[in-house]
């Protein structure tokens, strides 16, 4: 079931997508099909690559899924009626997509998966990305850099959060963050105060913030009632604005007790001002915008029989192949660069964060 709002934005994709208008007998060269609209990344993400095909003179249609498996596929089956030579795909669970892929290759479709990896089909031909381990690895590295855990002894208590088990990027985030956490967890300066650990446990269905919270509120009723938390292991913004909540609730941020160190990914609106206000800490920012125009220069490459860039071959195996992969490199923002990162470069507008 797509949305009035869906539809709007569809539209106004469409719109960018063309000089000319999009009617029903227009030539479509490329298929997007993005997860939600839900989490403003994806929009702006979806945006980005209407307009880059735009500038390329290729026309592209832009749609989001609701986060439901079967209106994606809906939805690619859909593109692959109406012609498109080539299409962009965020799964919300990719090995799903396994029929509609194997469709796509019959009818000689190009796939290029996007910042998700499609696993376990053979019909995917490239892949763009950021580099996910990275992510997780710069999440870990500020969590241990705001608590100075190279000059002081703690113990710090922790408690961690995962993404979506389906998200093939949720398990390189966790193990990109784990992978720096791990030896002072093992020391013992870092503990989990609820000993929750190992995405089998932290991780988040459907990368939902409220279910998060609700995992969250039962660790503080139950492990922080004398013990202040020190430090919370957020993989995105939608989870970390949640988890904030449920520390207000509990007196967090209060002189007595100072609000933990909380991270982030995206760089949502929420959490930039979150963030300003001193309550998130930081958040690793992906700039979508470069994400879009390198896939949407992949799509360009398969449409006219030329080689798309790659820069990584060996770390993403999608269970099939292993993947010729762009990755593009994350950034933390915090409140000392937000401006400079989010405003000067024109991701943002001023006037969001008056
Ligand atoms: C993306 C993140 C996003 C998450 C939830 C992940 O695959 O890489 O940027 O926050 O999905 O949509």
Not at 97 to 116: E, F, M, N
Not at 211 to 221: G, M, Q, S, V
């Amino acid at each position: 079931m797509i949305s009035r709002r869906q539809c709007l934005l569809s539209a106004l994709a469409a719109g960018c997508a063309g000089s000319r208008p999009l009617l029903a007998q227009t030539k479509i060269d490329v298929g997007l099909a993005m997860p939600t609209l839900a989490l403003q990344r994806w929009v702006i993400d979806g945006l980005a690559l209407a307009r880059s095909f735009n500038g390329m003179r290729l026309v592209s249609d832009l749609q989001f899924a609701n986060n439901d498996v079967q209106t994606q596929i809906a939805q690619i089956d859909g593109m692959l009626g109406k012609g498109v030579r080539a299409l962009i795909v965020t799964p919300i669970d990719g090995p799903a997509l396994a029929p509609v892929l194997k469709k796509a290759a019959d009818q000689k479709v190009a796939v290029i998966s996007y910042d998700r990896l499609i696993r376990n089909s053979p019909h995917v031909d490239y892949y763009a990305t950021f580099d996910n381990f990275g992510v997780g690895v710069l999440q870990g590295t500020e969590i241990v850099r705001r608590l100075k855990l190279g000059e002081t002894a703690g113990p710090f208590y922790i408690e961690l959060f995962g993404g979506s088990p389906d998200d093939n990027n949720a398990f390189f985030f966790y193990n990109g963050a784990m992978s720096v956490l791990k030896p002072y967890l093992d020391s013992g300066q870092l503990i989990v105060g609820s000993g929750q650990t190992g995405m089998d446990v932290v991780s988040t269905q459907a990368w939902n913030g409220v279910t998060a919270r609700f995992r969250f509120e039962k660790i503080l009723e139950k492990t922080y009632v004398k013990q202040r938390l020190h430090a919370v292991l957020a993989p995105n913004d939608g989870i970390a604005i949640e988890l904030l909540q449920a520390l207000k609730l509990k007196g967090y941020g209060t002189e007595g007790k100072p609000w933990p160190v909380v991270s982030g990914q995206d760089a949502d609106v929420q959490s930039v001002r979150s963030i300003i206000r001193n309550e998130q800490s930081f958040t690793v920012f992906k700039d979508t915008r470069q994400l879009a125009l390198a896939a949407a220069s992949m799509a360009e490459a398969l449409l006219t029989s030329k080689k798309p860039q790659v820069n990584d071959e060996k770390t993403y195996d999608n269970g099939v192949k292993t993947m010729r992969s762009l990755l593009l490199k994350p950034v933390v923002v915090d409140v000392a660069n937000w401006r400079e990162a989010l405003v000067t470069s024109g991701y943002y507008k001023d006037y969001l964060f008056r």
